[in-house]
């Protein structure tokens, strides 16, 4: 084998040590979220052009992206982020209600209704409320969004309160858990990730979550009927994308800045999808062999007032400025 000349080497290794050291220069967020990676889903979409904004803005920054639980569970995301072990996550905000009670209002029943009623609480009192609360915890919202929901069952279609008696179902929050059990239901509490699954073996008889994660998880699978959001949707959660004050404070101007024009893109980009997902939805489901079916107003209104008088009146009892949350939403016209 030829050696290379000692004067060539030097180079070499000088041109080696300055891409190294150019790719160290490169600031890194680790990006957690637990919805399937490069399949479509909206909130995957969201993140992946956050990432090539991010990276044409050319300040230094990159974002490397972990979607389906590839880097932690669900509802692992909230603490891990606080504490400092990921950077930045796409999250369900009341999963993490367990530690900050208030985020059930983020997914109160009937209290959004509406994709533009939502775009409303963004620039809200109510808003302002959940995000201090957020602040205070060590992180911040990147990018607001809203998915609005629906239910799904193998065993009859759920519309009006009695249909849901004998059923189990998966609920996502404890709003909606003591809402569905008031009305007759029995609860399993579970991630959106794990009601395929569980409907599969038996543990759930059906379920209500997102019209994204309805189509992206499949769940047109495994039911006969959809009750899909239409235009008295009971379900609405709130799913931003939240940075941790660490990470955020490690960042240049220039590189906050591009993060946060990132996410206001990311944002509008959501909010142009959003009740889009209905209708996909519906699509897929119809294709799929599924009845699809709407609640009434007055099936709405049945369950408002369930809601009023179990999940609406604990949470205003037991969370600290609850009634004041409350209040603050229903305010927005």
Known sequence: MMKMPFAKLAI??????????????????????QFPGGKGDVRDEMVQLMAREVAAADVGLELQIYPGQSLF???EQWGALVRGRVDMISLPLDYASGRHPEFSATLMPGLVRSHERAQ???????????????????????????????????????????????????????????????????IASMPSSEIYTAMQTGVLDGANTSSGSFVSYRIYEQVSCLTAPGKNALWFMYEPVLISERSWNSLNAEQQAALTEAGQNAEEYFAREAAGLDQKLV??????GVEVVQMTPENYQAWLDIAKESSYKTFAENVPGGQALIDAALAVE
Not at 12 to 33: C, Y
Not at 168 to 185: C, N, V
């Open 73 to 75: 569970k669900a509802k």
């Open 283 to 288: 699509d897929v489901f119809s294709e799929n």
């Open 12 to 33: 070499a290794a000088s041109l080696s040590v300055f891409v190294v050291g150019a790719a160290a220069a490169d600031t890194v967020l680790r990006v957690s979220h």
């Open 120 to 186: 409303r609480l963004n620039d809200s009192e109510f808003m302002d409320m959940i995000k201090k609360v957020i602040n205070d915890a060590g992180a911040r919202v990147l990018a607001d969004a809203w998915l609005a929901g629906g239910f799904a069952s193998n065993m009859q279609c759920i519309t009006s309160p009695d249909t849901v008696q004998g059923q189990t179902l998966r609920a996502a929050g404890p709003a909606f858990d003591e809402m569905l059990a008031t009305a007759g239901a029995s």
